[in-house]
């Protein structure tokens, strides 16, 4: 059987995808040894494991876009990114930018175990993600930089078919309620399951991709997400 053509995605959530590595390239730039064991609020991650995680996240969209597929099981840690996680993440999160700037990549459908996906719904997901992780790296350094008003304003926009409000248990933490005059980041990071100000447990995007692709497609994105709650791509 034919595998049914994605649903198409709205083009400005593939913008974001620019905008959404360099804020978080930019918040990485403070990340030295000493900071690698602090807390995030990501539930029992210290800084070393997420930056861990998103590099492997980057990895595995590279790898769609790149190769028109992403394969089930991640490839093997490479000795950089165990020894310094925040210059792997800024060498994949560059080498990701270079690859959707070639012509053609973003017109794809990228192959997750036979569910079609279109490339600009994985690049709509991918800046989601970098965007947040960029915010919780932030939160772990001391620094509370916010994800800037335009692209948290973007992110906002398209989160709610990415991650919605029921049936996010054990992925996501309900969302949190925040002020009437919270900005755009702020109200992100709170529908992500994060409390703005505090530390909270929220879990991550990309790893979803997978483990389970299941053929309810309530939303394009939920169609290849994973249920597990392990750790790595599987979280």
Known sequence: MTPAAPAAWPAEGARLLEPSVSYALGVVLAVTPELLPRPTPCREWDLRMLLRHASESLAAIGEGIEAGRVGLNPAAEDGDLAADPARAFRDRACQLLDAWARPGRQRQVIDIAGCPLAASAMAAAAALEVA?????????????QPIPRALATGLLAIAPVLV?????????????TVAATAGPSDRLAAFLGRTPGHSAHARPLIGQLRQQVGPARSAQWRACHDSSGEKGYSR
């Open 164 to 176: 919605p409000r029921t049936g996010r248990h054990p992925l996501f933490a309900a969302p949190v």
């Open 132 to 144: 947040v992780h960029g915010w919780d790296t932030s939160r772990a350094c001391g620094q509370r």
